[in-house]
T-cell receptor, first 111, second 114 residues
Framework: GESVGLHLPTLSVQEGDNSIINCAYSNSASDYFIWYKQESGKGPQFIIDIRSNMDKRQGQRVTVLLNKTVKHLSLQIAATQPGDSAVYFCAESRGNTPLVFGKGTRLSVIA | KAGVTQTPRYLIKTRGQQVTLSCSPISGHRSVSWYQQTPGQGLQFLFEYFSETQRNKGNFPGRFSGRQFSNSRSEMNVSTLELGDSALYLC?????????????FGPGTRLTVT
């Protein structure tokens, strides 16, 4: 069945390094993807989104890459900072179906 | 612009009771979605409302219900609470219906069922 998942449950990076968080999806019909960041005690915060007609999209210090051939999504965070420590979720949808979220990856930034 | 607000933030209930949670979307947003978040199941979609109409419903039992008012505020109700209903309940609002647009989440209501 369809699913959205993450390859790694935890990721530790040194402050200043770049982080890459990966996500695999199984539904080739998905046409919208979104990344959220959730800090402890807070609701998910929108980071960046991308539609299936794009391969790459950049925001402030973040880049999302979409590889439809292998159904893979990644979030790159440049110059990772302690404030980036959080759980990151990818989510996908197609048409008007509800967002399906992955389980999340916990990013820990080592000072 | 104020964000999505949810009340109450924390709630403790006993099995068998019912609970009502409230969500006020971002001003001007007419779409409200509800999610349940647990450590084991992650974020799961409950339902979506737009202009007082339920547009989508997730795979939850009928004990979970919701509604939306004319001012776009939404409530969800859980009747006959079970221990497994303990979770963080999140509300998200969007300027447009459907899931293909940015959804902005509130801080959630932490429900504990004892």
């Amino acid at each position: 069945g369809e699913s959205v998942g993450l390859h790694l449950p935890t990721l530790s990076v040194q402050e200043g390094d770049n982080s890459i968080i990966n996500c695999a999806y199984s539904n080739s019909a998905s046409d919208y993807f979104i990344w959220y960041k959730q800090e402890s005690g807070k609701g998910p915060q929108f980071i960046i989104d991308i539609r299936s007609n794009m391969d790459k999209r950049q925001g402030q210090r973040v880049t999302v890459l979409l590889n439809k051939t292998v159904k893979h999504l990644s979030l790159q965070i440049a110059a990772t900072q302690p404030g980036d420590s959080a759980v990151y979720f990818c989510a996908e949808s197609r048409g008007n179906t509800p967002l399906v979220f992955g389980k999340g990856t916990r990013l820990s930034v080592i000072a | 612009k104020a964000g999505v607000t949810q009340t109450p933030r924390y709630l403790i209930k006993t099995r068998g009771q019912q609970v009502t949670l409230s969500c006020s979307p971002i001003s001007g947003h007419r779409s409200v979605s509800w999610y349940q978040q647990t450590p084991g199941q992650g974020l799961q979609f409950l339902f979506e409302y737009f202009s007082e109409t339920q547009r989508n419903k997730g795979n939850f039992p009928g004990r979970f219900s919701g509604r939306q008012f004319s001012n776009s505020r939404s409530e969800m109700n859980v009747s006959t609470l079970e221990l497994g209903d303990s979770a963080l309940y999140l509300c998200a609002s969007s300027g447009k219906p459907g899931s293909g647009y940015e959804q902005y989440f509130g801080p959630g209501t932490r429900l504990t069922v004892t």
